[in-house]
Each structure stands twice: as structure tokens, then as C-alpha cells.
């Protein structure tokens, strides 16, 4: 995911100069579906065919690829495309706020997976682990 986002990263800011950020985000929001359906697939087919282990980390590996190339596009372009939205003055508090709101999406997610791990009465078996993934 990190070597995806590296990847992404630069060439996604020079096209963005080059034809607007407004169309590279875009392009970056059509791999969201990807991505999920991606992952959904990787962990299904995980579930399903649990000793085909090396096709199980591909799936996984490609949609984590996926899911780098799109935080490259999120944290480069689209956060310059919202700056540039932003008055001058104005701009420290809508970070802040942009900054908060995924502090709390951050801490409800594991909070989440806590939740869903205990009603599997904390169970880690691969149906337990796959409804928590999901």
C-alpha cells in the first residue's frame, strides 16, 4: 500500500498541474469501487479456498495497491484542490476540521472491530474474521 502510494504520488501532482486536480481526483474516486470490490473479492475468496494462500496475499497485495494509489490521490491532490477552495485566512480552521473529522473516523473503526469482535464472542476463526473484514 505504501509502495503503491509513492508510486502514485508524484506522477498524480504532475498530471494534476497539467490537466486540473479536478479530473485526477476524479479518476482517483473511480478506484474507490475498485478497490472495495477488490478487497471484498480477496477476502472472500480467502474464506472460500483457504489453502490457496499465494493467490489469497496476491488478491490482497493488488487491493492494497489499489487502495495506496487512491490515498495518493487523497492526500495529494484532493487536499491542494481543497486548499485552493479555501480562502487564505480561512484555511487553518478547515484543516483543523478536515483534521478532526478523520481523527474521529480513525478512532471508530478499530472501536467498530472491537464491537463486531465481540458479538463473535471474540472468536478469531475465519468466519469471525471475515464478517469483521466485511
Given at each position: 500500500m505504501g509502495l503503491a502510494n509513492l508510486l502514485v504520488a508524484l506522477p498524480a501532482g504532475l498530471l494534476a498541474d497539467r490537466t486540473g486536480k479536478a479530473r485526477v481526483i476524479f479518476f482517483g474516486g473511480c478506484l474507490v469501487p475498485l478497490a472495495i470490490g477488490l478487497s471484498v473479492y480477496a477476502i472472500m475468496w480467502a474464506y472460500e479456498h483457504p489453502k490457496a494462500k499465494a493467490t489469497a496475499f496476491g488478491l490482497f497485495?493488488?487491493?492494497?495497491?489499489?487502495?495506496?494509489?487512491?490515498?495518493?490521490?487523497?492526500?495529494g491532490v484532493a487536499q491542494a484542490l481543497y486548499a485552493d477552495s479555501v480562502a487564505a485566512g480561512e484555511r487553518s480552521r478547515y484543516f483543523q476540521y478536515s483534521f478532526s473529522l478523520n481523527m474521529i473516523a480513525g478512532t471508530l473503526g478499530p472501536i467498530i472491530s472491537v464491537i463486531l469482535f465481540l458479538l463473535h464472542h471474540n472468536t478469531w476463526d475465519p468466519l469471525a474474521l471475515r464478517n469483521v473484514f466485511l
Open positions: 497485495v493488488a487491493a492494497l495497491s489499489l487502495w495506496g494509489a487512491v490515498q495518493a490521490i487523497n492526500n
